[in-house]
């Protein structure tokens, strides 16, 4: 039993190591909504994808969209997790109901199966008309002046 316990651990971290070196994937992207998977699990790793990532997403994608108006823009970038879901009231409640506000559905895919989880909601990125970006994560936020280093906003962080 103690030559399995040391085994068993690193196995385990093995097994992170090689979900963390996996490249992040996108799977589909819908109006300013992007679904990958293997999303980087920091931070900071998730801002230097997007840094890393958005010419080719705006060449290949065209976002983010700039809105005429105000000059912001907007992209929120999911986990795909198991992929597309029936909308259908959430069966993980302790009270019957028949609301599907836990899901996002895409109107332009003609599938029972057109909805992910809201939940899954890795990273937000918005840009203002003054150029600052805003990167929310889990509880947190931080932004950038064009040109700056990325400072977290105080008082961001949040008990989950």
């Known amino acids: 039993m103690s030559k399995m ?6 196995v385990s971290w093995l097994y992170v190591v090689l979900l963390m070196l996996q490249p992040a994937e996108i799977v589909a992207v819908h109006e300013s909504n992007i679904l990958v998977r293997h999303f980087p699990l920091t931070d900071k790793g998730k801002i230097r994808w997007w840094q890393k990532n958005q010419a080719m997403i705006k060449e290949k994608y065209g976002l983010p969209e700039e809105y005429e108006d105000s000059g912001t823009r907007m992209v ?3 986990d ?3 992929g597309y879901e029936i909308e259908k ?3 993980t409640t302790f009270f019957p109901s ?3 506000n836990h899901l996002l559905c895409f109107d332009e895919i003609n599938a029972a199966e057109r909805c992910i989880r809201k939940e899954n909601l890795l990273m937000f990125i918005g840009r203002s008309s003054t150029g600052i970006t805003r990167y929310r994560t889990k509880g947190r936020v931080y932004y950038q002046k064009p040109n700056g ?8 962080f949040k008990v989950e």
């Open 98 to 100: 028949d609301d599907t």
């Open 76 to 78: 929120y970038i999911w």
């Open 149 to 156: 280093p990325l400072v977290l906003e105080e008082n961001s």
């Open 80 to 82: 795909f997790g198991k």
């Open 89 to 91: 009231p959430d069966e």
């Open 5 to 10: 316990f040391p085994a068993l651990v690193m």
